[in-house]
Every structure is written in structure tokens, then in C-alpha cells.
């Protein structure tokens, strides 16, 4: 019956839409866009709050961990209850927190926890793609002329000039999702998607040494730099990518790094 009773529904909602002339037609679908919009800004704005509150929460544990860090050492013991108790409730969080915000920016909140977990760091992009030496940053993210079209353009990514077959890392764990082979574009290329909604790529290779589908280590040798697509010479583009949004990876090459010499200097 209910069957019945929703195709007769639906043939007359049907016969009702078929009789509106152009107008009622044309405000029906405006109604329809204005409503979707309204949703849609209701959703981003509900998610925006709930990261702000998050990254509250978030300045608000890494004030407690410096205090607690900075205690005398005869309250050493009542320090480490209250450490342990910090560091569980903020992971409790930091997954979801991690999922949700859109860029480096926000982690500055997190670096006192990562001193206490730097193993999470393997599976952010948190370092650079090459070796030490013999390269240079040639390119940033942001609007430049492009060097083949002569166009204004955004650049999405960051170019590492470098000489050819210089060894590529992963900067982060995950699983490799796309290798293409192109005369054009970013021409040799490898994606790999990582945990926490982030993605990097790896553009203009001339050799690539992992598979489709195969598990990377943060810092595993993945390719080496080349020319391919289109380049006027040897370089890397590398990419990074949060919840499908490319975003600079300039705060990331160092994160890691930074980390653990603060760890060392203690």
C-alpha cells in the first residue's frame, strides 16, 4: 500500500510541476538554489564553529602541558598523573581535530603534544620530499607568471630545483593512489593519500620505485627528479592536499624537524 501510495504521490507532484508555467518554474528553482545555499552556509558555518572551539580546547591543553612540563621536580610525580591525564584527553580530540581543520595553521596548538608523541608526525606530511644538499626552493605557492604560458597563474604547489635523478621521499606514511605516466601536465607523477584527510604529489619524475596500492613509510625512497610533462628543467613539484583542498606546504617541511631538535635541546 505504501508503494502505491507513493508512486500516486509522486505522479501527482509530477502532474502539478508539468502544469507551472515559466515563471512559477523559474521561482520554484530559485526557491530551490536559495534553500540549498541557506543550507549549505548553515553547514559551513556550524563546522567552522565547532574547529574554532576545538582549536580553544586545543591552546587550551597545550597551555596546561607547558605549565605541567615547568613544574618543580619535587612535584614531579603529581606532574606525570596530570601529564598522562592531559595526554589522554587530548587524544580523545585529536583525531577529529586533525580530520577537521583545513591547513598547517592551526597545529600550532599541537606542537607541545607532538613532543610528548612524535610518532604521529610519520603519518602527517611533515617534511621535506628530498635529501639534504644540491637543491634549491624555485618556486612557492601562491600567483606567479607560469614559465611556459607566460600567464599570470596560481601555483599549487612549491618547486624544488635539483639535479636529475636526485632521490624523492614520501613525507608522510600512506598508501600510494596514483601513478601516471603523461607527457604533459605534471607528467610522471605519484599521489599518495595519508591519513587525516591529507594527500601529496609528486610531479616531473623521471623514475618511479613503488607501486599502485603499496604502503610508503614517511621518508621511503618513492622516485627521483626530473623533467617530464611540462618543465623547463630538473625540478620537483610537490604538492599538498587537506580534504581535497591544496593547501602551502611550507609550514610542513620543517614541523617535523622542529620538533625533534626541541626534543634533543631539552
Same mark, same amino acid.
Given at each position: ?23 512559477? *518554474? ?9 534553500? +540549498? ?37 619535587? !612535584?614531579s610525580?603529581?606532574?606525570? /598523573?596530570e ?19 583545513? !591547513?598547517? +595553521? ?12 612524535p610518532?604521529?608526525? !610519520?603519518?602527517?606530511?611533515?617534511? +621535506? ?15 606567479? *607568471? ?8 596560481k601555483?599549487?604547489?612549491? !618547486?624544488?630545483?635539483?639535479?636529475? %635523478? ?26 599518495i593519500?595519508? /591519513? ?11 623514475? =618511479?620505485? *613503488? ?12 622516485? +627521483? ?21 591544496k593547501? %602551502? ?10 620538533? =625533534? ?6
Amino acid at each position: 500500500m505504501a508503494m502505491v501510495f507513493n508512486k500516486k504521490g509522486l505522479k501527482r507532484i509530477l502532474g502539478h510541476l508539468m502544469s507551472l508555467g515559466k515563471k512559477e *518554474v523559474r521561482y520554484l528553482i530559485f526557491l530551490i538554489v536559495a534553500l +540549498t545555499v541557506l543550507l549549505l552556509g548553515k553547514a559551513f558555518s556550524m563546522m567552522e564553529e565547532d574547529i574554532g572551539e576545538q582549536m580553544v580546547a586545543m591552546d587550551r591543553y597545550d597551555l596546561s602541558l607547558k605549565e605541567n612540563s615547568g613544574n618543580a621536580p619535587m !612535584d614531579s610525580m603529581v606532574s606525570e /598523573r596530570e601529564r598522562e591525564r592531559l595526554l589522554f584527553e587530548i587524544e580523545e580530540r585529536i583525531v577529529k581535530y586533525l580530520f577537521q581543520i583545513p !591547513d598547517y +595553521t592551526y597545529m600550532s596548538s599541537l606542537e607541545t603534544y607532538f613532543r610528548y608523541s612524535p610518532g604521529l608526525l !610519520d603519518e602527517i606530511p611533515s617534511c +621535506t620530499p628530498l635529501e639534504k644538499g644540491d637543491y634549491r626552493l624555485s618556486s612557492a605557492f601562491g600567483y606567479r *607568471v607560469h614559465p611556459i604560458s607566460g600567464k599570470r597563474k596560481k601555483h599549487m604547489g612549491l !618547486d624544488f630545483a635539483a639535479p636529475k %635523478d636526485k632521490q624523492v621521499y614520501a613525507t608522510a606514511s600512506g598508501t600510494v593512489v596514483s601513478i601516471v605516466r603523461s607527457k604533459t601536465g605534471y607528467g610522471t607523477h605519484i599521489i599518495i593519500r595519508h /591519513r587525516f584527510g591529507f594527500r601529496t604529489l609528486y610531479g616531473h619524475l623521471t623514475k =618511479i620505485l *613503488v607501486g599502485k596500492e603499496q604502503f610508503v613509510q614517511q621518508h621511503e625512497l618513492i622516485g +627521483t627528479v626530473g623533467s617530464s610533462g611540462d618543465s623547463t628543467g630538473c625540478h620537483l613539484h610537490y604538492e599538498v592536499s587537506k580534504n581535497g583542498e591544496k593547501i %602551502d606546504p611550507i609550514p610542513s617541511l620543517d614541523l617535523k624537524r622542529k620538533i =625533534i631538535l626541541e626534543l634533543i635541546e631539552r
